[in-house]
């Protein structure tokens, strides 16, 4: 950059920092309630948060936001949750968020295949894919399968159920379930529509995915809002507690586990630090809910279900919900701006419930009253009373409040400030703590104020060499939505959080200063061409008459042997008969107490299961997968206790050796047996896990097999119709 642009950004920076008013920020301030989890990889699968133009290597439960791409080598898979959907990639899949809010979620897929899963969508919610050629937004729930050629001139659309639009070229198209649709030619569109082939082996893979959501115990406890809900029933078991209801206890195989432990920090705008986890469940639990120690033992409070009749607030996510320790040692509290000084230690403990979280980013009191009371049962006022002293007042020493879970021994974690902000393994750098120490010391509800270096936007992902060709990283899209402004530099970024003393910026902030920079620096924006009008509009598929055929040369040109029709739809975003469910309305059988039969009414009849399934054997199958997880609690319970008790009878014999004054030789006999007896149960530990999950894929196999015999045998026979009536008799009695 040139040396007058650096001065003009910096100038911008600082006139910022000086006349925002002192006061708390609007309510169009507040960020996103929700991100997209990266939830699943499998081979070869790249990352470049927003603004770095680096390359690493991709991390599951990296949350991933506006700005950020994602690139999957050939053979790879990947997989994204937002909300109640679901977004699958192929090999050699280019893919990024170019916006993505509470209201919208807009994709750019510049190359390769993406399968999105919607479950529900709000009335005030939009789905939209941008392509080299087109941009395809969806209407209904339903499965859609886009896929964009190298050559970036020709996209296919599979539309299996639901319904969507196709704008580009100046036309539009309807596409209608069980249609395939290709589209060539970017300054006129030509359709060429078919009926949906067979699937391939990843339409198989996505189908499985969508049926492991679908079944998963958990959403009898957790709201489906929750981001991660679906990988809890594997890892864990739910069990009553008095005083906070159903918990879910996590299986760990680690000895001294504590939640927020084993994972690392990283710089996620525009929230900040932000906890990444490195249990394949570590998503829901460390970003909703909260954590409880109970019966020696770590357990997971969540965000509930819907309820018919009480009113629902959708979970907002949060980027950690811990407080932070303060003292001569501890960097709770204090702001740094540029960087941590020597020999300064940053310690947390994770919240429990009734406690309040308390943002470090810029937020209205709306968003603190939301991000609360879905995460946990707590009183407004006291959220209120929170939101006046931190945030309006700056005060984050939190005076007078009892946190439960910083008393608790080994709740406290703490590392290097080094390693905090480089984002390195917290589990390998941790701080040995004083159990008294931390228990007294002051607690604090923001994160430490400091500024990230780029290594903690890039995360722990090594840097790689995998990633899209530099032509198709340019490739513009075709949007019919205009999105925000390309993502700002880092270094621009980083300079305008030190200007703020440590603390992340506001999203209008980073927006105003995008586009200084752009104009400054003669940037490029994003590679978005905005789609002109339509000036034709057809339907194409099942919905068509085949008396209207269009004109081969005709711009908006639809091959295909139905024919099209003009078609008005009323609103641009819903067609008049789109089958939603309220967002606040009942979801997934609700009224089923048991839970074991799905309800499948928030979708359009033909994007229901089929019907022929035997909803007795899914009945019985449900069930024996909660037995089974049930008995695999039980004994990962019994099991911890022992271990409890161990631990325990270990501790009393070093405290009596220590008032006895025991000699250095007995000290350290006492902990060699220590460290024996730790490695003896962390074997057990995994000698659990390993039996559980060969239980469990015995009991896969075996329904297996029983859903393929229940599926050869033959349909029942229609029952004999009704012997018909006389005339007369068919007439009502006066």
């Known amino acids: 950059m040139k040396p007058r642009?650096?001065?003009?950004?910096?100038?911008?920076?600082?006139?910022?920092?000086?006349?925002?008013?002192?006061?708390?920020?609007a309510d169009d301030e507040d960020p996103p309630s929700r991100v997209a989890r990266l939830s699943f990889t499998s081979g070869e699968v790249s990352f470049d948060p927003a603004g770095t133009d680096e390359w690493v290597s991709a991390e599951v439960n990296r949350p991933i936001t506006t700005g950020d791409k994602l690139w999957t080598a050939d053979g790879a898979r990947a997989e994204l949750h937002v909300g109640s959907a679901a977004v699958r990639l192929s090999g050699t899949t280019g893919f990024?968020?170019?916006?993505?809010?509470?209201?919208?979620?807009?994709?750019?897929?510049?190359?390769?295949?993406?399968?999105?899963?919607?479950?529900?969508?709000?009335?005030?919610?939009?789905?939209?894919?941008?392509?080299?050629?087109?941009?395809f937004s969806i209407l209904r729930p339903g499965r859609y399968r886009l896929n964009v050629n190298e050559a970036g001139d020709t996209t296919i659309i599979n539309v299996r159920d639901g319904e969507g639009e196709v704008t580009g070229g100046g036309s539009s198209f309807t596409v209608h379930p069980g249609d395939q649709g290709y589209f060539t030619g970017t300054d006129s569109l030509s359709a060429d529509v078919q009926p949906v082939p067979g699937e391939d082996d990843f339409d198989n893979w996505c189908s499985e995915r969508d049926l492991r959501e679908e079944h998963a115990v958990a959403r009898k406890y957790v709201s489906d809002d929750v981001i991660g809900y679906e990988d809890l029933d594997d890892n864990g078991g739910w069990r009553p507690v008095p005083e906070y209801g159903t918990v879910w206890f996590p299986h760990t195989v680690v000895v001294g586990w504590a939640p927020y432990r084993?994972?690392?920090?990283?710089?996620?705008?525009?929230?900040?630090?932000?906890?990444?986890?490195?249990?394949?469940?570590?998503?829901?639990?460390?970003?909703?809910?909260?954590?409880?120690?109970?019966?020696?033992?770590?357990?997971?409070?969540?965000?509930?279900?819907?309820?018919?009749?009480?009113?629902y607030v959708r979970p907002v996510y949060a980027p950690a919900?811990?407080?932070?320790?303060?003292?001569?040692?501890?960097?709770?509290?204090?702001?740094?701006?540029?960087?941590?000084?020597?020999?300064?230690?940053?310690?947390?403990?994770?919240?429990?419930?009734?406690?309040?979280?308390?943002?470090?980013?810029?937020v209205s009191r709306r968003y603190v009253n939301n991000v609360?009371?879905?995460?946990?049962?707590?009183?407004?006022?006291?959220?209120?009373?929170?939101?006046?002293?931190?945030?309006?007042?700056k005060n984050v020493t939190v005076n007078n409040v009892h946190y439960v879970n910083q008393n608790v021994s080994g709740a406290v974690t703490a590392t290097s400030g080094q390693a905090f902000s480089s984002a390195q393994p917290v589990g390998r750098n941790m701080v040995a703590v004083n159990q008294r120490e931390v228990a007294a010391a002051p607690a604090y509800s923001a994160a430490p104020a400091v500024a990230p270096p780029k290594q903690a936007v890039l995360g722990a992902g090594a840097a790689t060499r995998v990633q899209p060709p530099a032509a198709l990283q340019n490739r513009a899209v075709v949007a019919k939505t205009a999105p925000p402004p390309a993502p700002l530099p880092f270094a621009q970024k980083q300079q305008a959080i030190q200007a703020n003393q440590g603390r992340p910026?506001?999203?209008?902030?980073?927006?105003?200063?995008?586009?200084?920079?752009?104009?400054?620096?003669?940037?490029?924006?994003?590679?978005?061409?905005?789609?002109?009008p339509p000036t034709k509009t057809m339907a194409v598929g099942n919905a068509t008459h085949p008396n209207t055929a269009v004109s081969p040369n005709?711009?908006?040109?639809?091959?295909?042997?139905?024919?099209?029709?003009?078609?008005?739809?009323?609103?641009?975003?819903?067609?008049?008969?789109?089958?939603?469910?309220?967002q606040n309305g009942n979801v997934n059988g609700a009224n089923n107490s048991n839970g074991n039969i799905k309800n499948y009414n928030d979708r359009p009849v033909n994007a229901r299961p089929n019907s022929s399934v035997n909803p007795q054997l899914e009945q019985q199958h449900t069930q024996q997968l909660?037995?089974?997880?049930?008995?695999?609690?039980?004994?990962?319970?019994?099991?911890?206790?022992?271990?409890?008790?161990?631990?325990?009878?270990?501790?009393?014999?070093?405290?009596?050796?220590?008032?006895?004054?025991?000699?250095?030789?007995?000290?350290?006999?006492?902990?060699?047996?220590?460290?024996?007896?730790?490695?003896?149960?962390q074997q057990q530990l995994q000698k659990l896990q390993e039996k559980q999950n060969a239980e469990r894929q015995q009991l896969n196999a075996k329904q297996e097999t029983e859903h393929a015999h229940a599926a050869d045998r033959p349909a029942p026979k229609p029952a004999p119709a009704p012997a018909k009536k006389d005339k007369e008799e068919d007439k009502p009695h006066h």
């Open 96 to 135: 990024s968020f170019l916006n993505l809010n509470d209201q919208i979620m807009q994709i750019q897929l510049t190359e390769g295949t993406i399968y999105v899963s919607v479950r529900r969508l709000g009335d005030n919610e939009s789905i939209e894919v941008d392509t080299p050629n087109l941009a």
């Open 626 to 681: 909660q037995q089974l997880q049930q008995k695999h609690d039980q004994e990962y319970q019994k099991l911890q206790q022992q271990q409890q008790q161990q631990q325990l009878q270990q501790e009393q014999q070093q405290q009596k050796l220590a008032q006895q004054n025991a000699d250095k030789l007995k000290q350290e006999q006492l902990q060699q047996k220590q460290q024996q007896i730790q490695q003896q149960q």
């Open 505 to 532: 910026i506001s999203i209008t902030q980073s927006r105003q200063l995008a586009v200084q920079q752009a104009q400054t620096a003669h940037v490029a924006a994003a590679p978005v061409k905005i789609a002109p």
């Open 554 to 582: 005709t711009q908006g040109q639809v091959n295909n042997n139905r024919g099209v029709q003009p078609v008005q739809p009323t609103n641009p975003n819903r067609p008049p008969t789109a089958i939603n469910t309220p």
């Open 321 to 362: 919900l811990v407080a932070w320790v303060g003292g001569p040692r501890f960097a709770g509290g204090v702001a740094f701006g540029g960087g941590f000084a020597a020999g300064v230690s940053v310690g947390w403990f994770p919240l429990g419930p009734r406690e309040v979280f308390v943002p470090s980013y810029p």
């Open 262 to 311: 084993y994972g690392h920090w990283a710089w996620v705008s525009p929230w900040g630090w932000t906890w990444v986890d490195d249990a394949p469940w570590g998503f829901a639990p460390f970003h909703y809910g909260r954590w409880v120690y109970v019966g020696g033992a770590w357990g997971w409070i969540p965000a509930g279900p819907r309820v018919v009749g009480v009113a």
């Open 372 to 393: 609360n009371i879905s995460n946990t049962t707590v009183n407004e006022t006291v959220v209120n009373n929170y939101y006046n002293t931190t945030i309006v007042n």
């Open 5 to 25: 642009a650096v001065i003009t950004v910096l100038i911008l920076i600082f006139t910022f920092a000086l006349v925002s008013p002192k006061r708390a920020a």
